[in-house]
């Protein structure tokens, strides 16, 4: 039971580059979310799934598109990468326990240059 | 929405005590959360909230007060793996369960 997962970790873009982060979970759970932190900064949200097939916007959703094709995975697509991008994303997704809390992924860090 | 404030840094000694707060503005409150998050890892869950009054979990304590929209996490008997960011998250009642994270607060921990 790997909780969530992350690919990739690390990664370098150049501005106007697309690429997709990966999120993947084993615990059957309906709903994911998307997040990024800057430096000094909580947690805002990207966009988020509520079930298989199902996707919303968060709080920062522009410049990001998302897929929930299959209810293990979440798909983060970045279409043209900016240097505003730069950021750590998390994934997450409600813990099978009495609070939900969110168990996070260990993120994806990501520099566009 | 939501409007969450807790303080940007505190520093305090190995085997003091320390309290960081939070306040908070919302409608359809669901819960209070508190996560530590140590430098380049992920959060990870500290305690959970939702009536008013103290959750107590060894260490570390979480008070509520939803009239007064505030909340403080104490910590006892500092040690030096205690220097993390604490965010305080507010959840509200959607089907969606989502939560709104303040923007944290760094605890450095002196000997």
């Known amino acids: 039971n790997a909780g969530v997962t992350q690919t990739p970790k690390f990664r370098v873009l150049k501005t106007g580059q697309s690429m997709t982060l990966l999120c993947a979970q084993d615990m059957n759970h309906e709903y994911m979310y998307w997040y990024r932190q800057d430096?000094?900064?909580?947690?805002?949200?990207?966009?988020?799934?509520?079930g298989e097939g199902t996707t919303a916007k968060g709080e920062v959703p522009d410049?990001?598109?998302?897929?929930?094709?299959?209810?293990?995975?979440?798909?983060?697509?970045?279409?043209?990468?900016?240097?505003?991008?730069?950021?750590?994303?998390?994934?997450?997704?409600?813990?099978?326990?009495?609070?939900?809390?969110?168990?996070f992924g260990p993120g994806t860090r990501l520099t566009v240059l | 929405g939501q409007n969450i404030d807790q303080p940007t840094e505190m520093t305090a000694t190995?085997?003091?005590?320390?309290?960081?707060?939070?306040?908070?503005?919302?409608?359809?409150f669901n819960g209070l959360f508190w996560?530590?998050?140590?430098?380049?890892?992920?959060?990870?869950?500290?305690?959970?909230?939702?009536?008013?009054g103290l959750e107590e979990k060894g260490r570390f304590s979480s008070f509520l007060s939803r009239s007064k929209g505030y909340s403080y996490l104490l910590l006892k008997e500092l040690q030096m793996k205690?220097?993390?960011?604490?965010?305080?998250?507010?959840?509200?009642?959607?089907?969606?369960?989502?939560s709104t994270f303040g923007d944290g607060t760094t605890l450095t921990v002196k000997p």
């Open chain 2, 14 to 28: 190995e085997g003091a005590i320390v309290q960081i707060n939070c306040t908070y503005q919302t409608s359809g």
């Open chain 2, 35 to 52: 996560y530590q998050q140590h430098a380049g890892e992920a959060p990870t869950f500290l305690s959970y909230n939702v009536l008013d």
């Open chain 2, 82 to 98: 205690d220097s993390a960011s604490y965010l305080c998250a507010v959840r509200v009642n959607t089907n969606a369960g989502k």
């Open chain 1, 63 to 103: 410049g990001y598109n998302v897929s929930r094709l299959k209810k293990q995975n979440f798909l983060l697509g970045l279409e043209s990468a900016a240097p505003s991008q730069t950021s750590v994303y998390f994934c997450a997704s409600p813990a099978a326990t009495f609070y939900n809390e969110q168990f």
């Open chain 1, 39 to 50: 430096p000094g900064m909580g947690l805002r949200l990207i966009h988020y799934s509520v």
